[in-house]
């Protein structure tokens, strides 16, 4: 039998109760209270788990602030390069810049920074033959910075004829990539990855790589043959670059000062 709508009648009778009498309306007013305790607990859960990230960055980057209120972690990176310098300078007085004092963990600058919140500096010399030809600091505020030792380097000096001449072959750098502290723990540790390398240094420990190009591209030199191949690489005119990383420890900033010395 197929299906027929609804009639008038049957509808009107299913609106009604038992024994015709009419349902219940539901209460708006109480329909709006549900709805308005409904919102007010959502309220009331989104700020808490607003609080609780809040708190879950507040409290690290508090204790962080507290552990270098007044000290910082020093790195020092240090270049040694065979032939990176290709001219003398008539004369030449020192790079203004850095002065680094290991012993007394101090540090001289031309102008002091403003040290607040810095919890890591990243001091870099490069020295080719006894000649300085750059240093740098970094201050960081993260405890991450970038350091670009594959980026070319200038200096120039006046020659005879009182034209200017470059003294920096950067083709003689031997640089693996750029370095990165990737992190700066409180205890100060860093995590560094240095090209392809990753590795981590505690206050008072350092690493060392020795790179030679030769005919057949760049090349490793273990640390136990540093000293027959470093000369071995010098008498065939192979240009080797040494690059020493130091986690120096947690340093004064009573101690970085302006001037020409620490």
């Known amino acids: 039998m197929p299906a027929r709508p609804l009639g008038p009648c049957f509808m009107a009778r299913a609106a009604q109760g038992p024994e015709g009498t009419p349902l219940p309306k539901p209460s708006r007013g ?13 309220w009331k859960g989104a700020t ?15 204790s962080r602030l507290l552990a270098f209120k007044d000290r910082y972690v020093m790195v020092t990176v240090e270049e040694s390069s065979t032939g990176a310098v290709v001219s003398w300078p008539l004369l030449m007085e020192r790079l ?10 101090s540090l001289a600058l031309p102008e002091k920074p403003g040290l607040m919140g810095v919890c890591l500096a990243l001091y870099y010399s490069a020295v080719s033959q006894g000649i300085e030809f750059e240093d740098s600091v970094t201050f960081s505020r993260t405890g991450r910075a970038k350091l670009s030792l594959d980026r070319p380097v200038s200096l120039t000096t006046e020659g005879q004829d009182g034209s200017p001449v470059e003294m920096v072959d950067n083709r003689a750098r031997v640089i693996a990539g750029p370095l990165l502290v ?36 760049v090349r490793a030199i273990r640390a136990s043959d540093w000293d027959v191949e470093f000369h071995r690489c010098i008498d065939k005119g192979y240009p080797v670059t040494r690059l020493a990383i130091a986690n120096r420890g947690l340093w004064p900033k009573a ?3 302006a001037g020409t010395s620490p």
């Open 30 to 42: 109480r329909s709006a209270k549900v709805k308005e305790r409904i919102r007010s607990l959502s």
């Open 48 to 62: 808490a788990a607003s609080l609780v990230l809040l708190l879950a960055f507040a409290v690290p980057a508090g």
């Open 96 to 105: 203004p810049g850095v002065f680094v004092d290991c012993s007394s963990s």
């Open 182 to 217: 990737e992190r700066t723990s409180v205890d100060g540790a860093v995590c560094l990855r240095y090209g392809e390398t990753r590795f981590s240094l505690k206050p008072g420990e350092s690493w060392a790589e020795m790179l030679a190009l030769t005919p057949e591209g």
């Open 255 to 257: 101690a970085v000062k």
